[in-house]
């Protein structure tokens, strides 16, 4: 009838006699494929009739979903849906008819959503001879909350004809996310190598109850190399930590292998089941292990990114088949560790990106299939043996301990094979007091499955700045999948659903966003040009300095020539200085307007590119440490470097450094300091420049106020240190985080606001004359008019930048579910309330709507809410 990635757009949706003979179940219980192809199919599987349903959304093609009445794309096209192009977020649903000869039948699924937090779809159906409203609206309120559940969820309300929006009391289905997979692991599929053939696949399902999960997979080609490595990973507030600093790390697990593909979790893991699975496994060729894996790192925040982390520890508790492990060829063992009753040899070495790499093998290559221990021994190795042993002067002496997963490396077979790991546990035991994860002492985290109940009792406590919540999603574009069973009619009932993190391609590279981010590079180009016309007014400059006076109209006005005692900072800011005099002695009134709200407007981006460097994942150089882009560019034009500043800021902060809570919050304490250092190193300077009554005062002033970047950073450094930051962090110290970059933002956005309509009110020109340049192409002979349009690009380029990186990271959340966004009425809207506030009040006020939905994503701070 169709397939996933069929063209055909003519497929008639219909229902099998089984189907309209029992109904859809009332109960389905659900399981996600990522194929190699990049197809996405999800399987609805009703336990109790053996009955199956998949669901699969196509690449391409004509359709964006497709519901199938069984267990592939064989069986016959139940449902399909696609994009209404007249909207971009509505849908028309096929469905086919209720009684044998009915004709199918097209419901547009209409989308109400305003934004992230208020979404809604409402839908129109003939019921019993009469036309029904329903409306699927996202909500808190207590029908969607239990003991299970997060604060948010999705309720369906009949809502008869009313058109308005509607809170409708008959309520029809609930979705309910659930938390207890979602706080404590994290389930990954995670089918990464480029050269597995499209054939293969790798498919993970997730039961509640026990907890545990199942990877089903196929490689049937060798390529001499891992497939794949669908894993749990865990999470716990002390994550990040240093190995010096721990006294134990006890972990538990059992697992097991099993031929073909199960409808059924298995729960036996004996020793008597697994030798018979492992002789029929062997026989199609399997070869995987079952391994726990650890990433090590001197930097805290590299060891939650396997690509860049400089170690890798696996402790293999089993395999199938013969796989290879580093260092086995050269029997490279570097120690024999014993853990419990099971004795381990080490192996060492390196793989193709330089990472090294420890392989714990159980020494007599027996298969432990539960295994409940310290791990402790092995890193106390690693700690303390393995320099004595290798000679790498790149291996850490004192390493961060941050990714913990399980899971299983596939290699080959000629059939499925199940992978099924369950009976999580892990326990953290020690003096977590370093410098940026401060816990208390002795704390017992224990994240055990269902005994927790992803409650976060326990969890929120403890953990150092920036160090909880700490999940490293090792792929840009990793995308939050929430799975809820559901029945397609209208008689809807509930069961757990299934919480995953889904990695649907590779690693977007740096060379791809680099490219996407070009038009940063032209705007810089722009403003290369416009700084020629600058030309004219440039021996009046020199005169002006040579002569230590300031002269134009009628007005002389002796000038400072040496301020800083340093002859090369002297030299160029006289220059500078004698410039700026040109716009704030207001011998131009449309040049000294422009200026004075282009320079009240900047301290938005300021605030914005200081708090930025104290983020965590901003290990980047020219974004960790701001104040040397922002000093060269008082020499080299804000206009020009602002460009290069967010194009190098974009590539180097894809998705996941903004949705990893440990890389994107910055702490209490430069959040607290922000609004001192913009205030005494930026506006004590910047308004005396303007309007002190005596102009060889604002000459002196404008002398201060050049060097804001280092007097800023001198402020905001001190103030960070004094300012106490507490040792734990929890929802509420994020709260104040936020509130703090709140008030900052308001109050910075207030005086953009207040200049921006002082300047409205007193200018005499149109606005058109004083903010927007009339010359590009040619030169204006005016020396004044020549400066001034330097300074007007160079505040259009400047903001034109910033709000292009606002733009392209807003589309990064976007592509991970943060947030949905209609671009045009964004941009009507911006440029409206830019009207009204003034242009640059836009820019701090955007990045602080990022800010809150960055926060709003995070259920610990939701929980402390309510």
């Known amino acids: 009838m169709g397939n996933a990635s069929s063209k055909d757009s003519t497929l008639t949706p219909h229902i099998s006699q089984e189907t309209a003979a029992k109904g859809i179940p009332r109960n389905l219980s659900a399981s996600f494929t990522k194929r190699a192809s990049l197809t996405l199919q999800c399987i609805l599987a009703d336990p109790a009739s053996k009955r199956d349903f998949a669901i699969h959304v196509p690449p391409n093609g004509s359709?964006?979903?497709?519901?199938?009445?069984?267990?592939?794309?064989?069986s016959p096209v139940l449902a399909a849906a696609k994009g209404n192009p007249k909207w971009k977020h509505d849908f028309r649903i096929n469905l086919p008819g209720l009684l044998e000869g009915d004709d199918t039948c097209e419901e547009l699924l209409r989308c109400t959503t305003i934004n992230k937090l208020k979404e809604g779809y409402w839908f129109a159906m003939q019921l019993e001879g009469h036309l029904e409203r329903f409306e699927w609206c996202l909500t808190r309120g207590k029908q969607v909350q239990g003991q299970e559940a997060s604060g948010w969820g999705w309720k369906l309300v009949r809502v008869g004809l009313k058109i308005e929006p509607h809170d409708g009391e008959e309520i029809v289905a609930i979705f309910r996310t659930h938390k207890s997979l979602g706080l404590k692991k994290i389930d990954y599929p995670n089918a990464w190598n480029k050269k597995s053939p499209k054939n293969g696949f790798v498919c993970l399902k997730v039961d509640n109850s026990t907890p545990s999960f199942s990877a089903t997979w196929n490689w049937p080609k060798d390529i001499q190399d891992v497939h794949s490595f669908p894993y749990v990973r865990f999470n716990n507030p002390n994550l990040p930590v240093r190995l010096s600093e721990?006294?134990?790390?006890?972990?538990?697990?059992?697992?097991?292998?099993t031929p073909g593909s199960l409808s059924k979790t298995p729960n036996d893991f004996s020793n008597e089941v697994w030798a018979k699975n492992k002789a029929e496994l062997a026989g199609e060729g399997v070869q995987a292990n079952a391994a726990w894996d650890f990433f090590l790192d001197d930097d805290r925040n590299r060891t939650l990114y396997p690509q860049v982390a400089a170690v890798e520890f696996m402790v293999w508790l089993g395999r199938v088949g013969d796989p290879w492990w580093l260092g086995r060829q050269n029997d490279s063992i570097l120690s024999n560790v014993t853990l419990g009753e099971t004795e381990f040899s080490l192996f060492y070495g390196r793989n193709s990106g330089g990472t090294h790499v420890f392989t714990a093998v159980t020494k007599d290559n027996s298969d432990v299939l539960s295994f409940d221990e310290d791990f402790y021994p092995l890193f106390q190795y690693i700690l303390e043996q393995a320099h004595k042993q290798i000679d790498a002067d790149d291996l850490p002496k004192d390493p961060w301990l941050g990714i913990i997963e399980f899971g299983t490396e596939t290699w080959m077979s000629r059939g499925n094979a199940t992978f099924t790991a369950a009976n999580f546990g892990m326990s953290l035991k020690g003096n977590f007091t370093s410098e940026r994860n401060s816990t208390k002492k002795g704390d017992d985290y224990r994240d055990k499955g269902d005994k927790d109940k992803g409650d976060g009792k326990g969890s929120d406590k403890g953990s150092g700045d920036n160090s909880t919540d700490s999940k490293g999603d090792e792929e840009d574009d990793a995308t939050s999948t929430h799975l809820i069973p559901s029945s397609h009619d209208l008689h809807f009932n509930h069961t757990n659903p299934i919480t995953m993190i889904l990695h649907t391609s590779a690693p977007e590279s740096r060379l791809r966003r680099a490219i996407h981010a070009l038009p940063f590079l032209l705007i810089s180009a722009v403003m290369s040009r416009a700084f020629a016309m600058a030309k004219p007014i440039g021996p009046i400059i020199e005169g002006s300095v040579k002569t230590s006076v300031f002269t134009a109209q009628d007005v002389n006005v002796p000038i400072i020539k040496?301020?800083?005692g340093v002859p090369v900072l002297d030299d160029v800011f006289a220059v500078v200085t004698v410039a700026f005099a040109h716009l704030q002695f207001f011998t131009n009134e449309e040049a000294y307007w422009q200026l004075l709200v282009f320079l009240t407007d900047f301290v938005g981006m300021y605030a914005v590119v200081m708090i930025e460097g104290y983020r965590p994942g901003n290990t980047f150089p020219v974004i960790k440490y701001p104040v040397v882009?922002?000093?060269?560019?008082?020499?080299?034009?804000?206009?020009?470097?602002?460009p290069i500043f967010f194009f190098l800021f974009y590539i180097f902060t894809p998705a996941y450094k903004l949705t990893t809570p440990s890389l994107y919050r910055p702490g209490v304490a430069p959040?607290?300091?922000?609004?001192?250092?913009?205030?005494l190193g930026y506006y004590v300077t910047h308004f005396p420049s303007f309007f002190h009554p005596s102009l060889e005062a604002r000459n002196w002033w404008n002398w201060i106020w050049q060097l804001f970047p280092i007097w800023g950073s001198i402020i905001m450094l001190v103030l960070s240190k004094i300012i106490p930051q507490p040792k734990e962090q929890t929802p509420r110290k994020w709260r104040q985080e936020l509130n703090a970059i709140r008030l900052t933002i308001g109050v910075i956005s207030t005086i953009s606001t207040i200049t921006w309509w002082y300047t409205i009110l007193n200018m005499d020109s149109s606005i058109f004359e004083v903010f927007i340049p009339q010359h590009f192409l040619n030169t204006p002979q005016e020396p004044i008019l020549g400066l001034r349009t330097v300074i007007q690009f160079d505040y259009i380029c400047c903001y034109s930048a910033g709000f292009l990186w606002l733009a392209y990271h807003f589309k990064d959340l976007e592509n991970v579910g943060v947030c949905s966004i209609s671009w045009i009425r964004a941009g009507c809207a911006s440029v409206v309330l830019g009207c009204l506030l003034g242009p640059g009040t836009m820019f701090p006020l955007i990045w602080l709507l990022r800010e809150e939905l960055l926060v709003a994503t995070q259920p610990d701070v939701k929980k402390s809410e309510n």
């Open 246 to 257: 721990l006294e134990s790390i006890h972990l538990s697990t059992d697992w097991i292998y």
């Open 63 to 74: 359709y964006d979903v497709i519901i199938y009445d069984g267990p592939d794309a064989t």
């Open 671 to 679: 959040c607290m300091a922000l609004l001192p250092t913009v205030v």
């Open 562 to 564: 040496k301020f800083y």
């Open 629 to 642: 882009f922002l000093f060269l560019s008082q020499m080299f034009g804000i206009g020009c470097l602002a």
